[in-house]
């Protein structure tokens, strides 16, 4: 059984620093492009990042560019999202996705999606 577990929001203060996590069970991350999408209250689920484990390549919005890294840990079938200097426009629940091939920012094209994990930025 396929399944995508996110873990690592909470509440955190402006600038300040989270790393989510998105363990992979049922298949191996390997031979899936993986990516973190995010939604806030109201607004439509965006693109946030996302790596293909098989060459590599990785694709960051433009809001993100700078602040936030996405890594892989093959061995863990894990995939991370490290968010640094967090805004309050950061605010929104996080999901990791996965597909066979594609890296990029339509949600339409991903797979399997985790549950979500809620990240709150306000001082």
């Known amino acids: 059984q396929v399944q995508l577990v996110e873990s690592g929001g909470g509440l955190v203060q402006p600038g300040g620093s989270l790393r989510l996590s998105c363990a992979a069970s049922?298949?191996?991350?390997?031979?899936?492009?993986i990516g973190w999408f995010r939604q806030a209250p109201g607004k439509e689920r965006e693109g946030v990042s996302s790596i293909n484990p098989r060459d590599g390549s990785t694709y960051y919005a433009d809001a993100v560019k700078g602040r936030f890294t996405i890594s892989r840990d093959n061995a863990k079938n894990t995939v991370y999202l490290q968010m640094n200097s967090l805004k309050p426009e950061d605010t929104a629940v996080y999901y990791c996705a996965a597909n066979p091939d594609y890296t990029g920012s339509d949600y339409h094209r991903y797979t399997y999606w985790g549950q979500g994990t809620q990240v709150t930025v306000s001082s």
């Open positions: 049922g298949f191996t991350l390997d031979y899936y492009a």
